[in-house]
């Protein structure tokens, strides 16, 4: 008897359009439990539904979001997953942006990167250890990312992918003007990176860690905290160092 998990924590038309694969998964596997995880707005829905053995609803505290990943797995080889599993620690980028005035403090662990927020394009300068080693960067920005991040968004502009165990970081220019040949530098995790707007009136940008954007950015201080530890486990089976590493193969 197969058990299938779904997850569908948007809204309400999105879990319409998903009916019809419901439908093809029972009529394949007419013994099997189907089950659903679902946000508030499709919860009412999802019980009066005959399409679902069981209903949960996705909570919106982190805690209960981890009581309830192990309620749906079993307790015993969610332990046994754990023991088997492999580690790695990541730390993330501690960033400081000086903005009208203010002082505001986020983490980033993919990436910090800075966006112009006109149509006109940025001017950016950029300091590494106490030299600036970019004097005008015009662009649509700039951003630094740590090696989890180098895959993403890092890589879609033209940076390096940096394996997971480097201690390195990446400094990866956004659509470059000038300098138009510039694709970038890696520089040790060790730095600390410094990158001012040059014409904050006219030309403003904003500072994003990750998901957390700051506006008016004027000044932009980057490190490696060392204090922060986020402790990723992942399945041997999986090869998290393998992927990242074929994702520097792919053409």
């Given at each position: ?14 879990l319409?359009?998903y009916?019809?694969?419901?439908n ?5 596997y ?10 508030e ?5 999802t ?15 982190f ?5 309830l990943?192990?309620?749906?797995f ?6 046994k ?11 993330p ?9 203010k ?11 800075i966006?112009?927020?006109s149509?006109?394009?940025a ?26 991040g180098?895959?993403?968004?890092n ?7 940096l394996?997971?165990e480097?201690p ?9 003007f000038?300098p ?22 006219k030309?403003?940008?904003s ?45």
């Amino acid at each position: 008897m197969k058990e299938i998990l779904i997850f569908r924590t948007d809204r309400i038309g999105d879990l319409l359009l998903y009916l019809p694969l419901i439908n093809c998964l029972k009529r394949n596997y007419p013994s099997s439990i189907i089950s659903i995880v679902c946000s508030e707005k499709n919860y009412s829905y999802t019980r009066d539904l005959q399409l679902f053995n069981k209903a949960y609803l996705y909570p919106k505290s982190f805690i209960q979001k981890i009581i309830l990943f192990i309620k749906l797995f079993s307790k015993k080889d969610l332990i046994k997953k754990i023991k088997r599993s492999n580690e790695i620690i990541l730390n993330p980028l501690e960033v400081t942006v000086q903005s009208s005035g203010k002082i505001k403090k986020n983490v980033a662990i993919n990436e910090v990167s800075i966006f112009r927020q006109s149509k006109q394009t940025a001017k950016l300068q950029i300091s590494v250890d106490g030299k600036v080693r970019v004097k005008e960067l015009v662009g649509d920005g700039a951003l630094v990312a740590t090696p989890a991040g180098s895959t993403a968004y890092n890589f879609s502009v033209g940076g390096r992918i940096l394996n997971l165990e480097s201690p390195r970081l990446a400094i990866t220019p956004i659509s470059p003007f000038r300098p138009r040949g510039w694709r970038g530098g890696i520089v040790s995790n060790k730095s600390k990176i410094i990158i001012k707007n040059l014409d904050k009136k006219k030309r403003p940008v904003s500072a994003v860690s990750d998901n957390t954007e700051i506006r008016n950015a004027h000044i932009i201080k980057i490190s490696i905290n060392t204090k922060i530890q986020f402790r990723l486990l992942y399945n041997k089976k999986s090869g998290l160092v393998e992927r990242n590493i074929a994702e520097q193969f792919k053409f």
